[in-house]
Each structure stands twice: as C-alpha cells, then as structure tokens.
C-alpha cells in the first residue's frame, strides 16, 4: 500500500493509514485510504459533525420550511447561511432559521416544555408555513428530550401542520456524513409514502441528492423540464416538503451525490422498486450521457440529444477559450465529499488542468475509490485532513489552485495559493452546460488574478517593482499562447449573464401531450368518424 | 398514516460471498488483458454505476450492466421488462456506444470473442470494487 507520512502528523502514527500516493501499476485493490472513521484524537479535523450533517446540508435546502434546531443557539447560527442553497420562494430557509434556545437550566429541568411553546411561536410567527423540521442536537439528545412526543402533541392540537423529526445529534456519527445517513433513513420511515402526488406526466422521476446551490438545481430542472419529464420532488434542495412525501410514486430516482443520499435512493429502490440511476450534472460529457441515459429509459432520448445538440452548440467555444488558458495546470481537488469524483476527471479532460491531490473531509472508502479512480499517477489522496497536513501538501505539491471549502480555503490564500469554494461555488451555479463555463471562468479568474504577484510581495522585506505597470488577467494567462489561439475568433471568454437562474423561474415549456390523453384522443376520433 | 404500500427490505439477502480469491486477470492472455485494460478504464473514468456502497449490490451492477453490455455488442435482445431492467440497459447502451466509438478491435471480435472479453471485465471489475476491495464498508448489511 502506497502510504504517505506527513511530516506534521509523525506523533499521530496512525494517520498514516488515511493517505495515500497512487502509484505506477496501483488500483484499488492496493491504493484506498480508511475512511469514515471517528477522527483520531490529535488531529484537528476539519469535519463537521452529524447534526451539521443532517440539518445544515440535507434537511435546510427544503424550501417551505420551518428549520428549527432543538438545542444552544450556537448549533443554529452555526449552521445558518453558510451554504448558498437558494430558493424560488426568496429565500425563505435561508432568511431564517429558528432555535429552542436551551440554556442551563434547561439542561438540568428540562427542555421539552420550551420546545413546545418555541414550536408554536414560530407556526404563529410564519402562518402561511405548515411544515417543520426538527433537529436535535448533542444537548437535548443528552438530556433525553422526547422531540417526537413534542411533535405528535403539536400536530394532534394544530391539525394544519406537519412536522418532521431528525433525531442526529452531533456526537451521532463521525462526521457529518453521520447525519446525511440519519436524516436519509428518517425521511423515508416517517414520511415517504404519506401524501399522494399529483402526476402530469408521463415521466416522472425524483431528483436525489441535489442542494441547488446558487441554482444548480433549477438549471438541471431547465433540461428536465424541456424533456418533458416532471420532477415529482428533489431531495433536498429548492425542494417542497410535501413533494418529498410523495417521492414513492416516481418511476425513476436520479441521483446527482451518492454520498449523501444514496441511502434513500436504495431503500426506494428496496420498498418500492423504483431504480436509481447515478448522473452527473457536471461537465459537457457526463451531463450529455446523464441527459441521454434519462432519455433512454422513457424512450424520448430524442429530446435529451436535441437539448445537447443546442447547448453544446452555444458553450463549447467558451469552455474551449479557457481550457486553451489552463492547460497543466495544478489542481488540489479538496472538497468536502462527492466532488472529487464528480470533478477529477471532467476537469482534467474538458479544462486541460492536472488534478494533483484529491482529499474529502468526510467521504467514505467509496468516495475515494471513486476519486482515485478518476485521478492519474502521483496524485495525493487524504482522508479526514487536519489544518497542518493541508499546509504540508501545499509546499510539497505547489498547485496553482485550489477547490476547498472556506476555511481551508482561507488558509490556502495565506499561503499564495488562490482557491475556489467548492461547497457553495464562488459564481455558480456550476452545473448544466453554461454552468460548467462559469466554472472554467472562476478558475481562470483565481488562477491569473493579478493579485497574487502583488500580494506575494512583502513590503517589510521585499523591493517593491516601480518599473512595472499594472497587468492584466489576459497579459498573463495569453503571454505564452500561440497566436492562432490567442486571437482565435472561434473561441471566446464566458458570454453569459451574471444572473443566469432567475430567468428560468419564469420560462414557459412545451406541452407534451400524455399516451392516455392521446389515447383517448384517437378513441374520440374514432368514435365521431364511425358517428358520422 | 402510510398510503402507500412497501415493501419489508430483506436483509438476509444481502451477506457478501467471495467468488474471487485473486486478480482473475492474471490468467488471460495478454491481448485480452490489454483489451479488458482500456475497458475497465473507461468504466473507471467516466461510470459511476460499479461504486454502489454494498459488495452484494455491485454485484448486481456489474452483473445486470456488463451482461446487458455483451447482449447489445453482440447483437442479441435484451430484457428490459421491469424497470430495473431497463436502468440496467440504460447504461450498458451507453458503454455499448461508447466502446464502439473508442475502440475500433471492437468490431472486429466474433460473438464468442466478445463474449470471453467481456466475462474477463466482468471478473476483472468484481475483483476491483468487490473481492479485491479494500473498501471495509461493502459488507455492511443496511443501508
């Protein structure tokens, strides 16, 4: 097994089994890091934990409702705004958010009395929202705090309302991905299958695992939408909590990150013999044959190619523009779970760029087996960093960029090293055809920033140039470029708007009419022409 | 109150058997393992259906997708009568494609070439993300 040690984390022998380097000849029979392992006292992770997990990545994205943390009122604002998953209902799960406030006292009389009352405060405080989640954290789940009981007291005395319970306190798992499983598990026991839907098409699928982060969302709703398919529900974001009760009557799961939900997706497939489909909203080829596999199982792949067709069309040029700037260059691919699978080798392939470390902070074994997969020799793959590896890493590879999440990503720039959030995008959304260029766009953008020869100056010890006028993005990144591709004419920088989602909240779709509707229409047909 | 029927989820059915001991690579002839070689790598880079979370589950994948895949490349029906079927066939239509396309001695094999190739990638994949796996998570019997 090809280990790494790092020099920081010698005193801490046993984070040596959580890294690796593959190597010429390595698969994943040799080269696979542990993974999903409580954190090994001495290093400070960078995780999160399983309420973190549950509420602020799975549970808040849904749109319609009230979000509210039964515990200190850190927990919340702890979990609150941190990650870009909007709404077509402005906002509403991101503008507030709701804590029971449980102090001292309560830990020691009790909280379940200050529950009750802060659940009705806040149905009373927001009438037109009659759906609540709850969330229970390390505190109250200490204390022994029965929030189902709570909850099935409110909604026997408000009838209107319905409320959903996670019970993943923060001590519930080893990271946050202890959470993701919990609230995955919980939404199908307690509330799949206890509302019917209604069904307009004659395609209708689930979309699992997808945040809407800065619109991602409702830009793949764009291309299911223009298929024809209806999209019963999404889990979780931009999603309605009603919708999410009715997920058992798709016909099809589509499911964007494994990683956190592809439990629910297995028990749908397991209870209700709906089958999961894995896509890949992110880059030209893996969305093509995500939109054509979808295509292809309800029989209408002309349309997915029509919609490829157009949109390759309109970006390629664009994305060619930048993958022509960024040729070799060095990538840490260092974000939380499922995108070091979904972006190494997309990036590497469509961006020209070289993915050189991939690591995730809460990943399982099959996240790495995914990413290391898709990654080529030499690339460095951790599990579970801590601040000083990160650190180390940096020096040892000197990437000229890297994706993270903000406070590795902060600590990145520290060092001279532009970064990109992975988690919440700097200018998403990232997925779809257009997205994937505004990706491209951000990287070329951090990468030849000219800030970064300015700020690597240091004026207590360092001559300061005053030969030398101020350059350019485009005097950087076309300095070594041939000129056939630096004037190219075919080739152009990303054309969009700066708001490139908002648009298709008001977009009008074809009509595609139902079988039975056309059906019944032939019968009628038939039945005035035997009339007459 | 539940409107909808489900199913009991059978964990019984979900213990992991072996059927590899080694790389089953190792015993086919160069020219297959060079041709089983660059399939696997177009799995690995661009599929993600062979990392469900469980051995028994990959199994199923890599049996339900290749099977269909060596259906389609030599020509034969497929099944695609249950939905799960047809998401099994969603798939093995495009690596079917995709194969074609990227490598030309595709289609210069016979049925029973093809089919000897693709039961060395079917072996070979079972070892990769099930047998030889160094995943300790595939054994686990829930979800």
């Known amino acids: 097994m090809p280990h790494h040690e ?9 984070r040596k089994d959580h890294v690796v380097i593959k190597g010429k000849g390595e698969d994943l029979t040799s080269c696979l890091p542990k993974g999903y392992l409580n954190t090994i006292p001495g290093s400070i992770s960078e995780r999160g934990c399983a309420y973190c997990g549950a509420k602020h990545v799975i549970g808040t994205p849904m749109k319609d409702v009230i979000h509210i943390s039964h515990g200190p009122v850190g927990c919340t604002y702890d979990t609150w705004q941190t990650k870009r998953y909007i709404s077509d209902n402005d906002n509403f799960q991101l503008k507030y958010t709701f804590a029971t406030d449980v102090k001292e006292k309560h830990i020691v009389f ?12 806040a149905f009373k405080a927001f009438p037109a929202i009659k759906r609540m989640t709850i969330y229970q954290t390390c505190a109250t789940a200490l204390i022994g705090d029965d929030v189902n009981a709570i909850a099935e007291e409110v909604m026997a005395e408000m009838p209107e309302v319905d409320i959903f319970v996670c019970n993943s306190p923060g001590f519930a798992g080893p990271s946050q991905s202890g959470g993701h499983h919990k609230i995955n598990i919980a939404w199908i026991n307690q509330k799949v299958g206890t509302l019917e839907p209604k069904i307009t098409s004659d395609h209708v699928i689930n979309y699992v695992g997808e945040y809407n982060i800065q619109g991602d969302q409702e830009v793949m709703t764009d291309y299911f939408k223009r298929m024809g398919i209806q999209v019963l529900s999404t889990f979780t974001g931009n999603g309605s909590y009603d919708d999410l009760r009715g997920m058992h009557r798709a016909q099809l799961n589509v499911l964007e990150c494994a990683r956190s939900a592809e439990y629910i997706c297995d028990e749908l497939r397991e209870r209700y013999g709906i089958p999961r489909l894995d896509i890949d909203g992110f880059g030209f080829k893996a ?3 995500s939109l054509r596999k979808i295509g292809l199982f309800f029989g209408i792949e002309d349309r997915a190619e029509a919609i490829i067709a157009e949109e390759t069309a309109r970006w390629q040029p664009e994305l060619d523009w930048y993958k022509a700037r960024l040729q070799g260059k060095k990538v840490c691919l260092w974000p939380g779970g499922s995108k070091l699978w979904h972006w ?18 809460f990943g399982h074994q099959g996240d790495m087996e995914k990413g290391i997969s898709r990654c080529g020799e030499g690339a460095l793959a951790i599990d579970d960093p801590n601040e000083l590896e990160g650190l180390e890493a940096l020096e040892m590879l000197k990437p000229d960029v890297i994706f993270t999440g903000k406070r590795p990503g902060e600590m990145a720039k ?48 360092d001559e300061i140039p005053t030969d030398r006028g101020f350059v350019t993005r485009r005097m950087l990144s ?55 | 109150m539940s409107v909808a029927t489900a199913k009991k989820p059978s964990v019984s059915q979900r213990k992991y058997v072996p059927i590899y001991q080694s790389n089953p690579l190792a015993d086919y002839d160069p020219v297959i393992r060079e041709r089983v070689g660059q399939m696997e790598n177009y799995i690995m880079k661009h599929c993600l259906w062979q990392f469900n979370s469980r051995g028994w589950d990959r199994r199923k994948q890599n049996a339900g997708i290749l099977g269909k895949t060596t259906q389609l490349l ?17 798939d093995a239509v495009c690596l079917d494609r995709a194969y074609r396309a990227s490598f030309p001695w595709v289609s210069t094999l016979s049925k029973d070439e093809i089919k000897e190739t693709m039961k060395a990638l079917h072996a070979r994949l079972d070892w990769l993300t099930i047998d030889g796996s160094l ?9």
């Open chain 1, 6 to 14: 790092f020099e920081c984390s010698k005193v801490i022998p046993e």
């Open chain 1, 110 to 121: 009790g909280a379940e009395k200050l529950l009750k009352q802060n659940i009705k405060e």
């Open chain 1, 287 to 289: 969305l093509s044959d």
């Open chain 1, 344 to 361: 190494a080798h997309a990036i590497q392939e469509e961006m020209g760029v070289k993915v050189v470390s991939v690591y995730t902070k």
């Open chain 1, 414 to 461: 520290k060092t001279g090293v532009p970064y990109l959030n992975a988690h919440a995008y700097h200018n998403g959304p990232y997925k779809g055809f257009e997205g994937w260029v505004r990706f491209a766009r951000d990287i070329y953008n951090a990468i030849y920033s000219p800030i970064h020869q300015l700020a690597s100056l240091d004026i207590s010890k």
């Open chain 1, 478 to 532: 076309d300095k070594n470029l041939p000129p056939e591709i630096a004037l190219s004419t075919e080739m152009s920088p990303y054309t969009g708007k700066f708001d490139s989602v908002s648009p298709l909240r008001d977009k009008a779709y074809p009509a595609f009419p139902r079988e039975a509707d056309q059906v019944a229409a032939m019968a009628q047909e038939t039945a005035t022409a035997v009339a007459e």
């Open chain 2, 74 to 90: 030599c020509g034969e029906t497929v099944d695609t009568s249950t939905p799960q079927e047809k998401c099994y066939w969603v």
């Open chain 2, 135 to 143: 995943n300790l998570e595939l054994t686990v019997q829930n979800y």
